[in-house]
């Protein structure tokens, strides 16, 4: 059980390049969502998915879209990307019944120049 | 909006029980209250959660004040490894299921 894998690890894009992270989880777990971090703050929410074929948009969601073809996989592309978009991002997944808590991958350190 | 407010920093000695404090005072009636932490930037780690009874598990305890208004988280035996950011996060249980993310309370342990 591997729980939340996200991939790279580290990357650095040139602006205007474009590129997807990528995110899976084991669980079954049908909420999957998207969030960037930036130094000093909390987390905020770019997109999320409430199971395959749903997806939505957070408070964040410009310049990011995504895709729910299963339930295990998430990715998160970057169209063309910014300097503001460098950041540190996380891929988080839940069950929806009950109170069921964000299981979180470790996170890519995007870095645009 | 961060909907919880917590303290920018807190030390504690090691051995020593960390109480982190939470306000939530506008929290409505089917938001839960949970706590996560994380450690040099890796992802926020879940630690507990709860709606309006105290809870406790293997990791720490969480005690909710009757009219909800606030929280404490509380580590009963506090060591190095537990140095980290606490958020103290409110979660609407709705299909947006969004958590709001304030700054957080940096908790150190003191040798």
């Known amino acids: 059980n591997a729980g939340v894998t996200q991939t790279p690890k580290f990357q650095v894009l040139k602006t205007g390049q474009s590129m997807t992270l990528q995110c899976a989880q084991d669980?079954?777990?049908?909420?999957m969502s998207w969030y960037r971090q930036d130094p000093g703050m909390g987390l905020r929410l770019i997109h999320y998915s409430v199971g395959a074929g749903i997806t939505d948009q957070g408070e964040v969601p410009n310049g990011y879209n995504v895709s729910r073809s299963t339930t295990e996989d998430f990715p998160l592309r970057l169209l063309s990307a910014a300097p503001s978009q460098t950041s540190v991002y996380f891929c988080?997944?839940?069950?929806?019944?009950?109170?069921?808590?964000?299981?979180f991958g470790n996170g890519t350190r995007l870095t645009v120049t | 909006d961060a909907k919880t407010t917590q303290p920018t920093s807190m030390d504690c000695a090691e051995g020593r029980a960390a109480n982190l404090p939470c306000n939530h005072s506008t929290i409505s009636g089917n938001e839960y209250v949970y706590w996560y932490r994380q450690i040099h930037s890796q992802g926020p780690q879940y630690i507990i959660h709860g709606l309006k009874n105290n809870e406790t598990n293997e990791m720490a305890s969480l005690i909710i004040t009757e009219d909800r208004k606030s929280s404490t988280l509380i580590l009963p035996h506090a060591t190095l490894r537990d140095t980290a950011v606490y958020y103290c996060?409110?979660?609407?249980?709705?299909?947006?299921?969004?958590?709001?993310w304030g700054a957080g309370t940096k908790l150190i342990i003191k040798p």
């Open positions: 669980m079954n777990h049908e909420y």
């Open positions: 996060i409110v979660r609407v249980m709705d299909s947006n299921y969004q958590l709001i």
């Open positions: 988080a997944s839940s069950y929806l019944q009950g109170s069921s808590p964000l299981h």
